[in-house]
């Protein structure tokens, strides 16, 4: 063996810590730059740590987690001067990672660090106050010390991946996902709630900035997503329960019951003839009527009969042999239940469109030429109700003047609206008007804007052309009110900001352009598969910036609006980011877990069952055990490290690892026990 | 009726019921009250005999939780061959409750046990006599008519029986246990419902913070952390009681206030939803300590917030047992 290999073996050895003997801390003060280093002294701060019990050494650097920084951490753990670490610097979310590499790198096990947050906890939050801050930033120091002090290590448990996925909303984010899915080879199962997939996407008439027609784009793919053997397509069905954990989910779908037998279904359509109920469409959105007995759309996919029970009389017409030959009709169907075993899960639930109702002074729902900008996608569809020859609702006949009126509902820091902005209004307003102005050239379009966002790709040339090239007026104000002038006509007051002068516009048509909002069952979703929501309502990534389309949970993802408002492009890059990231962990094959999970202490436990019910993943049941007779047992796997049934269980029975009670406790008494 | 022929009668109603169980074999063995050796006692007895019968008593000093007996940290009541002796135990509704609230907490097996059902009618406070009594000896109390007859050294008093009372017990809507089909034998309750309206409570929840404070502080500064509350308590079955762990020491060992408080205040805190209400904590303490005020705070939050009380329903989850994301939040306060 050659010399540099003798040194690289005795390197790789493991440093045994068995967690008996001293504690030798090592305490690591970051100057992070200025962030820091320009707030306290960090010198000060070394000399402070170096007063601590069991502190072996106390150093100082520019930045610990440069390759510099780290060599010096592990020189001192290499050669046996300490065996417990201490970086007091950043925030763990970003950097805990890095040191337990450098641990586990040079040897020690990777769990006997602790990181003590002394920039955000104190030199940013305390930039004003250097002496707090420097009062803080010991405290700090002195908890992370004294819980370091008990440290154990602990063992990384890994567990299989099952290689399928679950991906709930089949609207154009969710397809591509799981498009992108099986055609790696994962199993997808793609649940969607209404009777077919396609989601919003399928209610646009052309999309902007290229103005492609959307189904020509859509369809194409709904077919794919239909006839890929690995997607397990599972419309008009809904999530009811999600258990288990990353890589081995356990998810119900329930299968709401058609009354039509989907199969049998051929889909010829003859029962819609005879159906004798008429109630309004969804999917345009009340502008025209369906039968009890319907499909979406012409081209929804699967393109199968499901009756609306809530409307249909039962009168058994559709089910006599003349009108549905293949006797498909099942009036008495039941839900059906299925469960399925998946790794990874997607969310791609979408959006719903701000009900501008509230907004009383635009008079949507009073006045019946108010309408919004997902109806006026509907009028100017040509498989819309109009045939794509929009008219205004109150008398049928095609309006001469237009006004938009962008940010209904969105960065509102007033009234009851959202704060964010909707990211696709601006365009979407822009592309009707165009729509519209190419039907109509001598109509008078007008959007009232508070600014144009044409932040994409082509998307400020596509604007700069509607105003040039289309004649449309841009009129930056807000506008006050509206009431009904005579024939139904609307009549605008705003003031136009960059003339600062107030105007009145009578137009025939008034189109509120809507923003996006989180689906409003997005709470239900949330807590049923477990992930957190941002202030805005939409399912939230795990980080803003660097993990965009993750979760907190591992194992699940979020893609397209679900996430927050976007449009058709980056819904789909972040769906296909959406599915490349479930694939990557599937394709390890097995994930590594925190070992941060329950442990019972089977001489304290008394098996009174407290914690049972407390838990809410289900983790824990009552065994009899042959030496102790009744007591908790904990499902490792199943278990989150909530600490739920630590705080409950009187006899302190349940520790947690990584923050036992003794740990808390130490890190509350400062180590002065 | 008046006191003393009550007791008679529930007397013979236990005297009856446990010749019954043992002749017919229902049981192995009878758990039930004999005369104290001293006055204003009584003691715990087994029998096994249809003989032994007549050992059995009742009168308004048996103020142990008779419970406890069952509980994992006494003994098991067992025969030679190690099984486990099925158990007729006399019962009052407050033991009634902390069988079922033990069964609810998996450590005991209900079918294992007969409950005979008594109609308590209350047990006398002792320190509320040793307050009038004072540092006198007293030989003999007995229960006259509706009075209590104390005799001693030089002594002769007659007390009103119904001031004399467990204040506990005048609150009491649970005097017989709930009925169990099948396990209970004599008197118990059907279904009971508890209207409790807390008046006891009224003039304690009207005080400030800091009167609360001070009142608590009064009440708990002569503890000497002697243990007899925990001893007694049918609910104190833990293996290693916090206040006796040392990995790590939750608190001091002393008697300093701010560690007599700390003790109450954690066993309070694992008491709540627990507690059956039968006062044996008070009964038992020698420094004449009455912990009934934080018992039924406790008692009276868990019945409001959760509409719960301990020890009714075999199949009712205690509120510190269930995980419900619709619980109220309104003590979350935010600060202005
Ligand atoms: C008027 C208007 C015009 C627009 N025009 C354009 C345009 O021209 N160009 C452009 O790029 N963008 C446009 N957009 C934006 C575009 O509509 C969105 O980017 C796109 O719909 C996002 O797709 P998605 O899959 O994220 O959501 P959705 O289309 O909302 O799909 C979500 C799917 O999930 C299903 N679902 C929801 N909840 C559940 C559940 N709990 N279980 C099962 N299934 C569920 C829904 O039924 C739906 O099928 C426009 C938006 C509006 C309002
Ligand atoms: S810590 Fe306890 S309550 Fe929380 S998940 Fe684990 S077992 Fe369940
Ligand atoms: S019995 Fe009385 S003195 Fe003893 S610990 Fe309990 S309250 Fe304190």
Known sequence: MTEAKKELEKVKKEIVVTGNEKPQVGVYVCDCGINIAGVVSVPDLVKYAETLPDVAVAREYKFFCSDTGQNIIKEDIQSGLINRVVVAACSPRMHEPTFRLVCKEAGLNQFLFEQANIREHSTWVHMKDPEG???????????????????????????????????????????????????????????????????????????????????????????????????????????????????????????????????????????????????????????????????????????????????????????????????????????????????????????????????????????????????????????????????????????????????????????????????????????????????????????????????????????????????????????????????????????????????????????????????????????????????????????????????????????????????????????????????????????????????????????????????????????DDRHFGKIASINQALCKGCGACSGNCRCSAIDIFGFTGEQIFSIIMGGEL | MVIEDQNKDIEQLIRDLARKLLKEKEVDVILGYTKGTIPLTSLPIVIDKVEDVDKLIWNNLCYINLAKYLVPRIPTLMNEEGQKLKVGIVSKGCIGRALIHLSVEHQIDLENIKIIGIPCNGIINRKKIEDEIGEREIFEISVSGDNIIIKGEDLEQTLPFNEYLNDLCKTCQVKSPPSIENICVGECLENPVIEDDFSDMTEFDSKTPEEKWEYIKNLLDTCTRCYACREVCPMCYCNLCFVDQNQPVWFGKTTAYSDIFTFHLIRAMHMAGRCVGCGACSSVCPMGIDLNLINRSLEKIAKERFNFTSGIDPEALPPMMAFDMEDDQEFMMEED
């Open chain 1, 133 to 623: 801050a420097f009062e803080a930033a010991k405290d700090l120091i002195k908890m992370s010390v004294a819980k370091a002090r008990e440290l154990k290590p602990l063992e990384v448990k890994t567990v299989s991946i099952e290689p399928a996925c679950l991906i709930i909303g089949g609207g154009i984010a969710g397809m591509n996902s799981a498009l992108d899915l099986a055609t790696e080879g994962y199993k997808v199962y793609l649940v969607e709630r209404t009777p077919t997939i396609g989601g919003h996407m399928a209610q646009l008439d052309k999309t902007f900035p290229t103005m492609d027609c959307s189904a020509c784009i859509l369809t194409p793919r709904m077919v794919d997503v239909a006839r890929n053997e690995n997607i397990e397509l599972l419309t008009y069905s809904e999530v009811v329960e999600v258990t288990g954990y990353v890589g081995n989910f356990e998810a119900t779908i329930m299968k709401k019951p058609h009354y039509v037998d989907q199969e049998a279904c051929t889909g010829c359509g003859v029962c819609v003839d005879y159906c004798p109920v008429v109630t309004g469409n969804e999917f345009d959105l009340g502008l025209a009527t369906r039968k009890a007995i319907y499909i979406p759309f012409p081209q929804a996919v699967p393109g199968k009969y499901t009756i609306d029970m809530d409307n249909c009389i039962k009168c058994g017409i559709c089910a006599r042999e003349d009108v549905c030959e293949p006797d498909a009709i099942r009036y008495d169907e039941e839900p059906e239940y299925m469960k399925v075993k998946v790794g990874t899960i997607i969310i791609a639930t979408g959006w719903d469109l701000y009900d501008p109702t509230g907004l009383k002074q635009y008079g949507y729902g009073r006045y019946p030429n108010v309408i919004d900008g997902l109806q006026m996608e509907r009028l100017l569809s040509s498989t819309g109700p109009l045939d794509g020859k929009p008219t205004r609702p109150s008398d049928l006949k095609a309006p001469h003047s237009i006004a938009f009126l962008q940010c209904v509902g969105s960065r509102n820091f007033r009234e009851g609206g959202n704060q964010y902005c909707s990211r696709v209004c601006c365009m979407y307003a822009t592309k009707q008007a165009r729509q519209y102005k190419e039907k109509h050239p001598d109509a008078d379009v007008y959007i009232f804007y508070m600014d144009v966002r044409a932040f994409g790709k082509g998307y400020e040339e596509f604007y700069e052309s509607a105003g040039k090239n289309y004649g449309i007026n841009y009129i930056r104000g807000r506008i006050a009110e509206v009431s009904e002038g005579e024939d139904h006509s609307i009549i605008i007051r705003a003031e136009d900001t960059l003339l600062q002068e107030p105007m009145e516009l009578k137009v025939d048509m008034f189109v509120l352009s809507c923003g996006l909002e989180s689906r409003s069952d997005a709470g239900e979703v949330a807590s049923l598969v477990r992930v957190q929501r941002s202030s805005d309502g939409f399912f939230m990534e795990a980080h803003p910036k660097l993990r965009p389309v993750d979760t907190l949970t591992e194992g699940i993802f979020i893609a397209g609006v679900a996430q927050g408002p976007k449009d058709i492009p980056d819904s789909v890059a972040q769906a296909k980011g959406a599915a490349s990231s479930a694939a990557t962990l599937m394709a390890k094959g097995e994930v590594e877990m925190e070992p941060f999970f329950a442990v019972v202490r089977p001489d304290r436990c008394i098996g009174c069952g407290m914690c049972v019910e407390n838990c809410t993943y289900g983790a824990i049941e009552l065994i």
